[in-house]
């Protein structure tokens, strides 16, 4: 079975502070994993994928299989990343499954 | 980036009666459409996978009589919530990729909710 755990309901951080989101998965195979969040009012949207290798908008998860996590990061945290963030991991059944999400609320 | 709309919204409606939601991809074709249904303060939970063109794909305790899944062309895919009951409220989610299974990214829809009285 795959499963996505995001310990942290509730990220609050200072506008200007270091963020990293938790995500931790269970897999057996090679899974792919993924980053999604979701702006207030808005819809889901993919932010970042382990394959792409890339930043958005100053966020950066690297995949460590030894640890199986996929941690997404931000160095200074900025007021418009205030959102909810989940984490998903598809495997090759082809599923994607998400994890409870973490609501990051950045303050002055 | 491409554009998946759900319509209603949100909608009311009297136990016992059924609810069709639609989900459209309005700038691409969707080969692969999902349904999801998110609790309050819970993560989204896969209902069902539909390819056009073939019956849908229900995940295991999805009840496929009860949640009627048609994806008749490669832009719509409708959820229908038959005989609906209260605990059948809920927020239900529709994501759309232009590749078969979940291999491309997911396009997702506003999400529609359902209240049963």
């Known amino acids: 079975a795959q499963r996505v755990t995001q310990p942290e309901k509730l990220l609050s951080v200072f506008k200007g502070a270091p963020v990293e989101l938790k995500c931790n998965y269970s897999?057996?195979?090679?899974?792919?994993l993924f980053w999604y969040v979701q702006y207030s009012r808005q819809r889901l949207q993919l932010l970042l994928r382990?394959?792409s290798r890339e930043s958005i908008k100053g966020f950066t998860a690297d995949l460590n299989k030894g640890e199986t996590s996929f941690h997404l990061k931000k160095p200074f945290a900025q007021e418009e990343d205030s959102a909810m963030y989940y984490c998903?991991?598809?495997?090759?059944?082809?599923?994607?499954?998400f994890g409870t999400g973490t609501r990051l609320q950045v303050t002055l | 980036g491409a554009v998946v709309s759900q319509h209603p919204s949100w909608v009311i409606c009297k136990s016992g009666t059924s609810v069709k939601i639609e989900c459209r991809s309005l700038?691409?074709?969707?080969?692969?459409m999902f349904w999801y249904r998110q609790f309050p303060k819970q993560s989204l939970m896969l209902m069902a996978t539909?390819?056009?063109?073939?019956?849908?794909?229900?995940e295991q305790g999805v009840e496929k009589d009860k949640f009627l899944i048609n994806h008749a062309s490669l832009t719509l895919s409708t959820l229908t919530v038959t005989s609906a009951h209260p605990e059948d409220s809920s927020f239900y989610i529709c994501?759309?990729?232009?590749?078969?299974?979940?291999?491309?990214?997911?396009?997702f829809g506003e999400g529609s909710r359902l209240t049963v009285l």
């Open positions: 539909s390819n056009e063109g073939s019956k849908a794909t229900y």
């Open positions: 897999y057996s195979g090679s899974p792919e």
């Open positions: 382990h394959i």
């Open positions: 994501s759309a990729t232009a590749s078969r299974g979940n291999t491309g990214e997911l396009f």
């Open positions: 700038d691409f074709q969707a080969t692969t």
């Open positions: 998903a991991l598809t495997g090759t059944a082809s599923k994607l499954t």
